[in-house]
């Protein structure tokens, strides 16, 4: 069970490196087995290849491609490529399956995309409302002709901006809503 909790807590940090006791006592197939789930290309097993050479421990490539075999089984689902892509994952092209999980990875990816961009405008708006906001506060209180003058222009080109942006932002959600009305295949 301790064994287990150690690479579990290698594989949630994202870290290659492997101690002595972990390199002595390791669980080569279930190592192999979670890089394999988490779509890790076979480089890994260099990296612990090197961290338990320090130790003159040699890993069991065997057991190891095993384990990645399998764990590649659950991660290459064409079913599950559209998720990940969706929720903004990377995809390093380790699947056998590549022509069909590709497909549906960069489906979902693109939507990711769209979204991202979508929430950045969204954001950026908002921004800008509250700039305008500030901006009319003061120029309402501005007793200043020259003042008012200035801060109307930059409210005129803050309208402007404004105007772009929601012009982009309407074009990526008819995009977003072209992606959504396409047939899977």
């Known amino acids: 069970m301790r064994l287990s909790l150690w690479f579990a807590l290698i594989w949630l940090c994202g870290c290659s490196t492997l101690s002595e006791q972990q390199c002595r006592l390791g669980d080569w197939y279930g ?3 979670q890089d394999g789930q988490a779509g890790r290309t076979r480089a890994r097993l260099g ?3 090197e961290d338990c050479a320090e130790f003159g421990i040699t890993p069991d490539l065997t057991r190891w491609q095993e384990g ?3 764990g590649l089984e659950y991660y290459c ?3 599950l490529a559209y998720a990940k892509g969706k929720q903004g994952e990377t995809y390093q092209g380790v699947c056998p399956n590549d022509a069909s999980f590709r497909q549906q990875f960069e489906r979902g990816h693109r939507e990711y995309q769209l979204q991202r961009d979508l929430d950045e405008l969204d954001g950026r708006l908002e921004q800008l409302a509250d700039e305008r906001e500030e901006l009319w506060r003061h120029y ?4 200043d002709p020259h003042e008012r003058h200035e ?3 930059r409210l005129e ?3 402007w901006h404004e105007m772009e942006l929601r012009h982009d932002y309407l074009q990526l959600h008819q995009q977003q809503l072209l992606l959504d009305g ?3 295949n």
Do not use: F, N, T, V
């Open 31 to 33: 190592l192999g087995y």
């Open 47 to 49: 990296a612990y290849h």
């Open 182 to 184: 396409k047939p899977e």
């Open 77 to 79: 689902i064409p079913e």
């Open 151 to 153: 801060l109307r222009h």
């Open 157 to 159: 080109r803050l309208q």
């Open 68 to 70: 990645y075999a399998k």
């Open 140 to 143: 309402r209180h501005s007793d």
